[in-house]
């Protein structure tokens, strides 16, 4: 390991005190305009870096790898999502690579939740309404939405942010199902009194909100397809704030246009930042800008993640946040 003040480069602008603890610790490039570095730049910061901070704007791929200059031995990636590395390709080159899990799980969860009333109870409608000038009073059968109470609950990948998910559904009065690998430990299963489905075909028939939270890998490109979308019945809502290739975004936008399902809320994207033109005409969908993590504790404590893996990798230490593969 270097004797010297590592050199980062940090590819976005992070919050003012996790910058100002990196300037203290290391030899740190900032990125003080905060736009996405592009290929070019990208390329001539693996060639000097011994450690790149990266963020999901950023993309890693094996040809930029192969082209890092030998110094380079850390991505310390700024956030837990890392399927804009590939890590495979890093770890041949004897590249580490770490994230920042944990820490945006309850921030994230609670997004989850808040889209689901968004778009259950007409919130987003109501206020456009309102701020349109066209609320004229009250009417008992005007802007009427559904409850969550009663409902069941679909969640795709019962991870840290699925079961932080399906705890504040049971409070909702949720009925709680998931889809994962395998079953929760039979004591979580049963604080939360979920069922747990090995196929996800069968539990997208059973469920009135679908809510993903799964990363996005090669084997959860298109998990929500045309065909298992068409699965869900018309009165469904579907939320996501994991990660937008997990839906088939165009078959979602059409079944949502035509009335084959209810409603969508979305933090995420398929072709980030381009949405289908589709959806932003719906009125029964919610639409929101990759948002779910963006708490001010949860930007620091990220930052404070990236600063302990250096920090540990530098030292001759296996860091905390090692990335190896993802999982369902």
């Not at 791929?61 to 890590?87: E, R, S, W």
């Not at 705890?167 to 949720?174: D, T």
Request: aromatic share 4%.
């Amino acid at each position: 390991m270097v004797s010297r003040k590592p050199k980062v480069v940090v590819t976005r602008k992070l919050p003012d005190t996790v910058e100002a603890r990196m300037r203290e610790l290391f030899d740190v490039q900032l990125n003080p305009t905060d736009a996405p570095m592009t290929a070019a730049d990208l390329a001539e910061a693996v060639a000097r870096a011994d450690v790149l901070a990266p963020t999901v704007t950023d993309r890693i791929d094996a040809d930029l790898i192969a082209h890092a200059g030998p110094q380079l031995k850390l991505i310390a990636n700024f956030g837990a999502g890392v399927d804009h590395i590939d890590v495979a390709a890093a770890t041949r080159r004897g590249i580490t690579v770490t994230n920042t899990p944990g820490v945006l799980t309850e921030d994230t969860a609670d997004m989850t939740v808040a889209l689901m009333l968004a778009v259950a109870r007409r919130i987003v409608e109501g206020a456009q309404v309102v701020e349109a000038g066209g609320f004229h009073g009250w009417s008992p059968t005007w802007m009427m939405g559904r409850r969550l109470g009663g409902k069941k609950l679909g969640i795709i990948g019962m991870g840290r942010i699925g079961l932080a998910v399906a705890r504040r559904g049971r409070a909702f009065g949720l009925h709680i199902h998931y889809h994962n690998r395998k079953p929760v430990p039979a004591a979580v299963a049963q604080e939360l009194q979920a069922t747990w489905w090995e196929s996800l075909d069968q539990m997208l028939a059973h469920t009135d909100i679908v809510s993903v939270n799964c990363p996005h890998t090669p084997g959860t490109y298109h998990l929500l397809s045309a065909r298992r979308l068409k699965l869900l019945a018309p009165h469904a809502i579907v939320v996501n704030t994991a990660r937008g290739e997990v839906i088939d975004e165009t078959a979602l936008a059409e079944m949502l246009a035509d009335g084959r399902l209810a409603g969508a809320g979305l933090d995420v994207f398929e072709h980030e930042p381009s949405i289908n033109p589709t959806l932003m005409r719906l009125p029964n969908v919610v639409l929101l800008p990759h948002m779910g993590s963006a708490t001010v504790e949860a930007r620091v404590e990220m930052g404070e993640k990236v600063i302990v893996n250096i920090r540990t990798f530098m030292d001759g230490h296996k860091p905390p946040d090692r990335v190896f593969h993802a999982t369902l």
